[in-house]
């Protein structure tokens, strides 16, 4: 690690050679010279948005989108002296690794779950989330559990550990329905097409949160933790820097305040 000069005569001779940070960080950053990205000078992440509160669209954000994920990919990006920019992406086509190895992002930030199977696709960094699963219903439904909603039509997201939890414990299975993204589940809900939506909790928490109209009835232990991915065995370098930004991120206090600012304290 080294720390910000300020670029000098000198330096500025040698600025093409390396990464300088860029803008409001602080502290110290990661000697990033010799990383490859997609784009000079930026950090290109794909996800999945709207999934709040880990994607969120924000006109008044430079990159146009927040949310906890998007934030703690900026810190990074900060750490190693680089501009994050990000792509709305589906998910499906990131948890496959297909976006990835198509070069059209450096990495995917979209609450992906590190399983053994994606990893067969995708290089995952350290985790940085811890999740589980649970169902939402409308308040006054009377569902209670899982079990209760025997030929009722439940929303999963496509490609998710959400469809691979439901498609093994929901008492109807032939009746669920999935959809691209929250974007589409959320109104499936309120407007009656399904009656329950399956996905990871936080997500579910902040509809609950959102309109108290609907609320979480149960949650499932899936011990699940969640990575950014890239593409597998194609930039180890940038793996091995972001991991030391995370790492760095996590010891100087900045992921507990963007926790705090999205989940409360831990």
């Known amino acids: 690690m080294k720390k910000k000069i300020l670029l000098t005569t000198v330096a500025a001779l040698v600025f093409p050679l390396l990464l300088t940070a860029c803008g409001g960080g602080g502290g110290d950053t990661i000697d990033a010279s010799g990383l490859t990205t997609i784009e000079s000078g930026k950090l290109t992440t794909c996800s999945d948005v709207p999934y709040p509160p880990f994607e969120i669209e924000d006109t008044s954000s430079p990159t146009g989108y927040s949310g906890f994920d998007i934030e703690i990919a900026d810190a990074i990006a900060k750490k190693l002296g680089l501009e994050l920019a990000v792509k709305d992406v589906d998910f499906d086509a990131l948890q496959s690794g297909t976006v990835l190895v198509a ?33 939402l219903v409308k308040a006054d439904s009377g569902y209670k559990t ?33 959809f691209p993204s929250d974007g589409e589940l959320w109104p499936a809900m309120t407007s009656g097409q399904i009656d329950a939506i399956l996905q990871d909790q936080p997500v579910n928490h902040q509809h609950e949160v959102d309109d108290p109209n609907y609320v979480i009835v149960e949650e499932y232990q899936t ?20 991991n030391e930004a995370l790492a760095a991120i996590k010891a100087d206090g900045t992921y507990d305040t963007l926790y705090a600012k999205y989940f409360g304290e831990k």
């Open 146 to 178: 899982l079990a209760d909603l025997k030929d009722k039509v439940i929303g999963v997201q496509q490609g998710t550990t959400g469809l691979s939890y439901a498609t093994e414990h929901a008492p109807s299975p032939d009746l669920l329905q999935q």
């Open 223 to 242: 011990d699940e933790h969640y990575g950014f991915a890239l593409a597998k065995d194609k930039n180890p370098e940038l793996l091995k820097a972001i």
């Open 103 to 135: 070069g059209e992002c450096d990495l995917g930030t979209s609450a992906i779950t590190i399983t053994e199977e994606r990893k067969a696709n995708i290089d995952f960094t350290d985790s940085y989330y811890d999740s589980l699963q649970s169902l």
